[in-house]
């Protein structure tokens, strides 16, 4: 029973993590139809923040679990204005072209991993676990690591966060309006590229805060984000685009199924598995779980 037990935390802890990375594409993926293959690269620039912090400015030399505290609102910033420079730059040139900024983010990703292994080295390196994130609790017979429980934590704080910008504020207001109809919300007044920013600011340093997530949970190095951005975009696609309800309910629903199919196969048969599972599903719900009911979907 503790096995059973211990599955269905492992699974909840990766839902956890998969909400995480994939969160802030499907803001961008879902309204502004942008392939974003650099999504993984804004997850290793978080990644990397508290390890900056940590080992090379030093300023939280003496207390490393200040530093890592410090690195949350960091990464967001840091991975929100490389997201932010690479759209004002680059995708906002490539209105509903979808395949070029396919390539052109692949392109900036590959540039981008290149830069980390300039600057920090080819080997992978660790981030210094604070001791209030070093312990286990036991229960019922099975370990939860502290670790995996703040991660579940910064989830839930990030997507109520998250909920109250949408539901709450005049700009979360305004990016709903356009992911559900952009033509519509333009010729109403709002400044869609002006929106298309705060969006791509908004995903990319949620990336970030994910990347802080993912540095406790293993070494970081340059291809961190390519193991997580496979991960994100099927959340995003099951999920349906741009719904925050579906991105949660797909989040946890592959990361059961991951653990379980795992737990009863072998590492790779059980990613195969989800994959060929993914496959069926969409074969019945091509829109996702939860889509948005517009004329733009009708059409």
Do not use: C
């Given at each position: ?29 879902g ?30 030399a003496?207390?490393?679990g ?15 204005a ?23 983010t692949?392109g900036v990703?590959?540039i981008?991993q ?33 670790r ?23 700009q979360?207001r ?6 559900q ?24 340093g ?13 070494s970081?190095?340059?291809?961190i ?16 685009l ?50 948005f ?7």
């Amino acid at each position: 029973m503790s096995d059973y037990l211990e599955q269905v935390f492992n699974g909840l802890s990766l839902g956890w993590i998969l909400l995480l990375v994939a969160l802030g594409l499907t803001f961008t993926f879902g309204q502004m139809r942008v392939i974003n293959m650099a999504h993984g690269e804004l997850i290793m620039a978080g990644a990397y923040t508290p390890y900056v912090l940590q080992t090379e400015i030093g300023l939280f030399a003496g207390a490393k679990g200040a530093a890592f505290v410090v690195a949350l609102p960091l990464a967001f910033v840091v991975a929100g204005a490389l997201g932010l420079l690479l759209e004002r730059t680059l995708l906002s040139r490539m209105v509903n072209r979808p395949l070029d900024t396919l390539l052109v983010t692949f392109g900036v990703s590959l540039i981008l991993q290149q830069a980390a292994k300039d600057r920090f080295g080819a080997p992978n390196v660790d981030v210094v676990t604070p001791t209030w994130l070093r312990g286990n609790w036991d229960l019922l017979g099975f370990t939860m690591p502290h670790r995996r429980l703040f991660i579940m934590a910064l989830g839930l704080v990030v997507i109520v966060g998250v909920w109250a910008f949408m539901a709450k504020l005049p700009q979360g207001r305004r990016m709903r309006a356009v992911m559900q109809n952009r033509d519509l919300a333009s010729v109403s007044g709002l400044a869609t590229r002006r929106v298309d920013a705060v969006t791509f600011f908004l995903g990319s340093g949620l990336a970030g805060v994910a990347g802080v997530a993912v540095s406790l949970i293993g070494s970081i190095g340059s291809q961190i984000g390519t193991d997580y951005v496979i991960d994100a975009f099927l959340v995003v696609i099951v999920g349906g685009l741009g719904t925050l309800r579906g991105a949660v309910i797909a989040a946890f629903a592959l990361g059961m199924t991951n653990a379980f199919s795992e737990y009863f196969t072998t590492a790779s048969l059980g990613k195969a598995i989800v994959f060929i599972l993914v496959v069926a599903f969409l074969q019945f719900r091509p829109n996702g779980l939860v889509a948005f009911r517009t004329r733009g979907l009708a059409t």
